[in-house]
């Protein structure tokens, strides 16, 4: 079957696993996968079985003008893509081959090479469970992030996984403009985690009003944001107000994968409303249906 060739050094098996898995979950048919579980080969990825089905190669340039196999890939005259990692160069060979520079935000790169290989007509392949479709839309970063509630005693926590690539740095050089936007406070926490509350400072029936905590947990290759408050403050929640979280949570991943505030609270706060509507809606309706049934016994 035709797929896309990874050609990358030994020294960047993380990253290449990262970016395969990013393709695989956009339906692409990329080839071979890093195993996690393993160690680095002692050698670059080549000349190998998977070669000759390839119709695409992306190659990782290597850290200081090392040599990869890509004189083959080049000798076949198929598409062949080059992979920048930052302060990496085109080598000379690879001059004439269009390339993707990783030195912007991880996802924003990944969506200008998913881009490149859509318009060289790429093999794709079934989405399945293994590689589930992702979270984005189709040359966009997601409005909302699925969602797992979790029921503890009396408080419930709402988990995020936010797949991306970023430095514990990055992360703490960038959240605390995000936090104050969102009406958090930055808490006490050992590093890399990075805790925030939240307590008031928004409308009755507004989801985000409810006292509760942010904690981020840096990760190989992702985020885990989760949200946690008091079980009896959400008892009543419609899915319209737990959609807010879900908009925020995605909210904070596209901040982190652009580093751009504007507009982004867009989404989340016609959520907001909605929640909103609903909210005083149901109260309303409520409160119609019981004057009626008192009215009717009263008569």
């Not at 290597?62 to 198929?78: H, I, N, Y």
């Not at 997601?142 to 690539?165: F, G, H, K």
Request: net charge negative.
């Amino acid at each position: 079957m035709a797929h896309i060739f990874l050609v990358y050094q030994p020294s960047d098996q993380r990253f290449a696993l990262q970016l395969a898995t990013q393709l695989q979950q956009r339906g692409l048919n990329v080839w071979p996968v890093p195993d996690p579980d393993t160690a680095p080969a002692a050698e670059p990825t080549g000349q190998d079985d998977g070669f000759e089905d390839a119709s695409h190669f992306l190659i990782v340039a290597a850290e200081g003008g090392a040599d990869l196999p890509f004189d083959d890939a080049l000798a076949t005259g198929r598409h062949v893509i080059t992979v920048l990692r930052p302060g990496r160069s085109v080598p000379p060979a690879l001059a004439g081959c269009p390339s993707v520079d990783f030195q912007a935000p991880f996802l924003v790169a990944v969506e200008q090479l998913v881009a490149h290989l859509t318009r060289a007509h790429a093999p794709i392949r079934p989405l399945t469970v293994e590689h589930p479709p992702p979270v984005v839309k189709p040359g966009l970063l997601p409005i909302a992030l699925p969602a797992e509630r979790c029921w503890r005693d009396d408080r419930m926590r709402i988990n995020y996984v936010l797949p991306m690539v970023i430095s514990d740095e990055d992360v703490a050089l960038r959240l605390p403009a995000f936090l104050v936007k969102t009406g958090f406070t930055l808490a006490d926490s050992p590093p890399p985690t990075i805790h925030a509350a939240r307590k008031g400072g928004f409308p009755w029936f507004d989801p985000r009003r409810v006292d509760h905590t942010l904690t981020i947990e840096p990760r190989e290759g992702m985020l885990l944001a989760h949200y946690q408050m008091a079980r009896t403050q959400v008892r009543h929640w419609f899915p319209a107000h737990y959609h807010v979280l879900d908009r925020e949570a995605a909210a904070l991943y596209r901040y982190l994968a652009m580093e751009n505030l504007d507009n982004l609270l867009k989404p989340v706060q016609r959520q907001a409303r909605r929640a909103l509507v609903v909210s005083w809606g149901t109260l309303i309706g409520a409160i119609l249906v019981l004057a009626v049934v008192i009215y009717l016994i009263a008569t």
